[in-house]
């Protein structure tokens, strides 16, 4: 069974910095786009950066271009997400996503979800 775990939110101050991971496992067919997303309190969810498997090519949201780094370990098939310069504005659940086929931001056509981590940026 396919399964996304999210792992490394917390409390940070503004400035700071967080790395999440994502592990994937369980797929039998690899997917095509793994993403990150984030929900905040009120709101829709974001795409904030995602990556193809194919070529690896990444994405980001204009939001936190220069500030957020998306990156895989294929061996131990996990993709992480590297966040600089974190702002207030940052403060969401993030979520894991993948999907076999799709390629692109659209939130609901990822069928695949992790259970979400709390990132928190507050002094």
């Known amino acids: 069974q396919e399964q996304l775990v999210e792992s490394g939110g917390g409390l940070v101050q503004p400035g700071g910095s967080l790395r999440l991971s994502c592990a994937a496992s369980g797929f039998t067919k690899d997917y095509a786009t793994i993403a990150w997303f984030r929900q905040a309190p009120g709101k829709e969810h974001e795409a904030v950066s995602w990556l193809t498997n194919s070529d690896g090519r990444t994405y980001y949201a204009d939001s936190v271009k220069g500030r957020f780094t998306i990156s895989r370990d294929k061996a131990k098939n996990t993709i992480y997400l590297q966040m600089n310069s974190l702002k207030p504005e940052d403060t969401a659940v993030y979520y894991c996503?993948?999907?076999?086929?799709?390629?692109?931001?659209?939130?609901?056509?990822?069928?695949?979800w992790g259970q979400g981590t709390q990132v928190t940026v507050s002094s």
């Open positions: 996503a993948a999907d076999l086929l799709y390629n692109g931001s659209y939130w609901l056509r990822y069928d695949f």
